[in-house]
């Protein structure tokens, strides 16, 4: 089976499984490749549902999880987001289709050598809305602070303080603490809500506000 039908079997299961769920999230799985995202001796498993090694022993999240954490995450046109673990770029690409030209994607990323080539795979891929940060995300991105929306793909051992002040009064953060992953939204300067989205496994955010390094 080639690619192209690989990817589509591979959004059918996610739909089929009640994790895609919008036809937005689900256009953006069509339009962003994976297979340029995984490492090149991966490519064939590009549209398996399963986390693939990356450099540097961290993973590109299963798609599941990228389909759970995007549909929780409710990105809309023309809005800022913040990823905070770019990774292979991949969820950085699937956000970029998410908040359309208007919109724009700050992703960081604490390891140099990740960061370099998952800026070089979007911009080899054209995705102009993404800028790219070699930093310590757990502090988030002061500079062009607040948010709309903000997506953690690293697993904190409690709510980082700066990305909850970076969030905007009605915005909304995904975020794993330990395993189990988080919806919170922000109703007021100083109120968040929190909803429970289940178990999930990922490499720890390391950082002033995660893990020690
Ligand atoms: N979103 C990624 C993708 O689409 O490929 C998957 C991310 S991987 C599960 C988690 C990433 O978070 C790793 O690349 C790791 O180096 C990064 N990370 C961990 N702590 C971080 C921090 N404080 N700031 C930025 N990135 C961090």
Same mark, same amino acid.
């Given at each position: 089976?080639?690619?192209?039908? =690989?990817?589509?079997? #591979?959004?059918?299961?996610?739909?089929?499984? !009640?994790?895609?769920? *919008?036809?937005?999230? +689900?256009? &953006?799985?069509?339009?962003?490749?994976?297979?340029?995202?995984?490492?090149?001796?991966?490519?064939?498993?590009?549209?398996?549902?399963?986390?693939?090694?990356?450099?540097?022993?961290?993973?590109?999240?299963?798609?599941?999880?990228?389909?759970?954490?995007?549909?929780?995450?409710?990105?809309?046109?023309?809005?800022?987001?913040?990823?905070?673990?770019?990774?292979?770029?991949? =969820?950085?690409?699937? #956000?970029?289709?998410?908040?359309?030209?208007? !919109?724009?994607?700050? *992703?960081?990323?604490? +390891?140099? &050598?990740?960061?370099?080539?998952?800026?070089?795979?979007?911009?080899?891929?054209?995705?102009?809305?993404?800028?790219?940060?070699?930093?310590?995300?757990?502090?988030?991105?002061?500079?062009?602070?607040?948010?709309?929306?903000?997506?953690?793909?690293?697993?904190?051992?409690?709510?980082?303080?700066?990305?909850?002040?970076?969030?905007?009064?009605?915005?909304?953060?995904?975020?794993?603490?330990?395993?189990?992953?988080?919806?919170?939204?922000?109703?007021?300067?100083?109120?968040?809500?929190?909803?429970?989205?289940?178990?999930?496994?990922?490499?720890?955010?390391?950082?002033?506000?995660?893990?020690?390094?």
């Amino acid at each position: 089976m080639d690619l192209k039908a =690989q990817k589509e079997r #591979l959004i059918n299961e996610l739909i089929d499984l !009640g994790y895609l769920k *919008t036809e937005a999230v +689900i256009n &953006a799985f069509r339009k962003v490749p994976r297979e340029e995202f995984v490492l090149p001796g991966h490519r064939d498993y590009a549209y398996a549902n399963d986390a693939l090694p990356i450099m540097e022993g961290q993973t590109i999240s299963q798609p599941l999880t990228v389909a759970a954490m995007t549909e929780a995450l409710d990105v809309r046109l023309g809005q800022k987001v913040l990823e905070v673990g770019t990774g292979s770029g991949y =969820q950085a690409a699937i #956000l970029s289709v998410l908040v359309g030209r208007k !919109g724009s994607v700050i *992703t960081t990323e604490r +390891i140099k &050598a990740l960061h370099e080539i998952a800026k070089r795979t979007l911009g080899m891929c054209g995705f102009a809305n993404i800028v790219a940060v070699n930093c310590d995300g757990s502090q988030g991105y002061e500079k062009i602070a607040p948010y709309d929306r903000i997506i953690v793909t690293a697993s904190a051992s409690k709510m980082p303080q700066p990305l909850a002040k970076q969030l905007k009064v009605g915005g909304k953060l995904v975020i794993p603490i330990k395993d189990e992953l988080f919806l919170i939204e922000k109703v007021s300067a100083k109120e968040f809500t929190k909803t429970f989205l289940g178990y999930y496994v990922f490499v720890p955010l390391i950082g002033k506000y995660g893990h020690k390094g």
